[in-house]
């Protein structure tokens, strides 16, 4: 296959970035069909052992997942390039609806309008999964690897990490075939203590400068950010209940209801929902010393956050081109891609019912979450069936369902109709 040029590249990856509503499950199903379907850069094994690998390190899958992506196809140019890309559109809505946030408060039209926006990520998210699933489970292993990752996490709560590493040590272990390998671990583009001290030392940047200003505060910023991308496994989702608890209460750097509305814009924007850490601390450091000291605490707890992820994928990467010179460790990756199959299943489940549902709860059945039938959404049942039809029956384009979805929705919220 011929490489693809870097203006193919920024097109691509630019409108990856643009069109990556609806958190990890949707956005690796838009970087399916444009990179595996349409481009036909990366065939099915390589992506989904990607994704595999994504799902193991720290940090927001997706965002790795399109960094990986670039770097494979262009080093580490072109995973720079993905990855930034991937990032920066989302990084400047954020700080567009914070800076409005803060003068405003609530923006009820811009949410109204973006539940149009989540609706029709039930339906993208749906249709990936069976294209997914239709690659990754070939077999009667992989199915029951699915479906024990799906209920272990969904009705049990066990840590996405323990998942995914019970699934790799489980396809290890019933491997059958020879186990002999390659000699060579990595291919000729690893160079592990080069890259984590270039990478390392760029992560540290922002401390440095924070420690040469005598700036406490956003020593705090810097220092809990970095924190928190490396606990960040499985993604946002997993972090979040736990950021929560420290921005509120134990550090005080915005309220609860904040808090809420941090969450609701981040998953209202294009982009990895560990965004909202932006969101965070923008609304902290304005609180400390107004509107331009909140955009650089902004902009550290971007950088704290997204350098380790360049850092991981630069790592790992040439090492996911040789796993096929280990036949228990392929095996092992496939189990785990089977795995990951129920992993987003049970994100799908989840995001559906909070967008259909105004309220789920996880206190009734242990942690299973429980919708109130009460609280059902009409508006969203209607505008999940329009993106339904326009997309499975009309094969209409996304930018154009999108389009009119959203704008469905903030007709919808102008007249109050929920």
């Not at 409108?15 to 609806?22: E, M, N, V, Y």
């Not at 199915?143 to 040590?169: K, Q």
Request: neutral net charge; glycine residues 10%; contains cysteine.
């Amino acid at each position: 296959m011929t490489p693809p040029s870097w203006t193919e590249m920024l097109h691509a990856f630019g409108r990856i970035g643009l069109l990556s509503f609806g958190g990890p499950a949707a956005q690796i199903a838009l970087m399916h069909e444009t990179l595996v379907e349409r481009h036909k850069w990366l065939d099915e094994k390589a992506y989904l052992s990607a994704l595999s690998l994504c799902m193991l390190l720290p940090g927001p899958e997706a965002m790795q997942l399109a960094t990986y992506a670039g770097w494979r196809l262009k080093g580490v140019l072109g995973g720079l390039l993905a990855g930034l890309l991937f990032v920066i559109p989302g990084a400047i809505c954020i700080a567009a609806l914070a800076a409005l946030y803060l003068n405003f408060g609530q923006l009820p039209l811009v949410q109204a309008a973006f539940l149009g926006v989540k609706a029709t990520v039930i339906i993208i998210v749906f249709q990936a999964l069976r294209k997914l699933a239709a690659k990754a489970l070939t077999g009667g292993l992989q199915y029951g690897l699915a479906v024990l990752a799906f209920a272990a996490i969904f009705a049990l709560a066990v840590p996405f990490p323990l998942v995914v590493i019970a699934a790799g040590v489980i396809g290890a272990v019933t491997f059958t075939g020879s186990s002999d390998h390659d000699t060579e671990l990595a291919s000729p583009r690893a160079r592990p203590l080069f890259t984590f001290i270039c990478w390392g030392g760029l992560w540290s940047l922002p401390f440095v400068l924070v420690w040469l200003l005598g700036d406490a505060f956003l020593l705090d910023v810097a220092t809990f950010f970095s924190k928190l991308a490396v606990v960040t496994f499985g993604g946002a989702y997993a972090v979040l209940a736990y950021m929560t608890q420290q921005v509120v209460q134990d550090l005080n750097w915005i309220t609860t209801p904040q808090m809420i509305d941090a969450l609701g814009l981040a998953e209202t924007t294009p982009g990895p929902l560990i965004l909202v850490t932006e969101f965070v601390a923008i609304l902290a450091g304005a609180a400390k010393g107004g509107l331009a000291y909140g955009i650089l605490a902004g902009v550290i707890s971007l950088w704290v956050t997204f350098v380790p992820c360049f850092l991981w994928i630069f790592l790992a990467g040439p090492y996911v081109e040789r796993i096929d010179a280990y036949p228990r460790l392929s095996a092992a990756l496939k189990a785990i891609t089977a795995a990951v199959v129920g992993v987003i299943l049970n994100l799908s489940v989840w995001f559906a019912l909070h967008v259909l549902f105004g309220t789920v709860s996880t206190n009734v059945i242990g942690p299973i979450p429980v919708p109130d039938f009460g609280s059902l959404n009409f508006a969203a049942i209607g505008l999940t069936a329009l993106a339904g039809w326009l997309i499975l029956r009309q094969k209409m384009g996304l930018i154009a369902v999108l389009a009119i979805s959203a704008a469905a929705a903030a007709g919808i919220g102008a007249f109050g109709v929920g």
